[in-house]
C-alpha cells in the first residue's frame, strides 16, 4: 500500500459518463482516492452514501472525491443512479489503480482467503504526494475522519 510522502501513481480511468478521469486532472488541489469492493453491497453503499452525504463539505474545501472499484461503466451508473452520489466514480476491471496503490492484497473470508480490494482511502496533496493514508477504512466513518484530517 502507497506510504504517505509517496508521489501517488497517474492513471487515466473511465467514469460512469464513459468519459476518461484521469488523476492529474486534479494536480494543484486536493483529491480524496478512495477504493471499495464492490458496488451496491452493503459495507459500499453505506460508504458511499457517508461520502454524498458530506460532498458539500468537501466541494466547500475544493476537495474532490473519487471512487474507484473494478465494476464496470455500466454498474457504475445504476449505484449512482439508485444512492445520489454526486461524486466521481471510476471503472478500474484492469486494476491499474489499484494495483498501483496496492490495495489489492489478500483478504481472509470465513476463513478462506482470496485477493481482493481491500477498502482504503487515500488523501492526495495539491503536489500529487499522498498527504495521509486511511487503511482498512471503516464504511460508516471513513468520510467523517477524512473532514475532520482535512479540517486540521
Known amino acids: 500500500m502507497l506510504a504517505e510522502g509517496t508521489k ?31 458496488d451496491s453491497t452493503p459495507g ?3 460508504q458511499a ?12 474545501l475544493d476537495v474532490a472525491v473519487i471512487g474507484i472499484s473494478r465494476d464496470s461503466v455500466a454498474s457504475h451508473v445504476k449505484f449512482a ?9 471510476l471503472s478500474d476491471p484492469e486494476r491499474a489503480a ?4 496496492g490495495v489489492w492484497q489478500e483478504k481472509k473470508n470465513y476463513g478462506k ?3 481482493g480490494v481491500v477498502r482504503s482511502t487515500f488523501v492526495i496533496g495539491p503536489d ?18 477524512i473532514l475532520a484530517y482535512l479540517r486540521g
Open 44 to 46: 459500499c453503499t453505506r
Open 81 to 89: 443512479e439508485k444512492y445520489g452520489l454526486p461524486f466521481i466514480l
Open 113 to 115: 482467503v482470496t485477493m
Open 8 to 38: 501517488a501513481p497517474d492513471f487515466t480511468l473511465l467514469d460512469k459518463d464513459g468519459n476518461s478521469v484521469s488523476l492529474s486532472d486534479f494536480r494543484g488541489r486536493r483529491v480524496v482516492v478512495y477504493f471499495y469492493p464492490k
Open 98 to 101: 489499484i494495483e498501483g496503490f
Open 49 to 60: 452514501c457517508a461520502f454524498a452525504a458530506a460532498y458539500g463539505e468537501f466541494k466547500t
Open 128 to 145: 500529487g504526494v499522498v498527504e495521509k493514508v486511511f487503511p482498512k477504512a471503516k464504511p460508516d466513518t471513513n468520510a467523517a475522519e
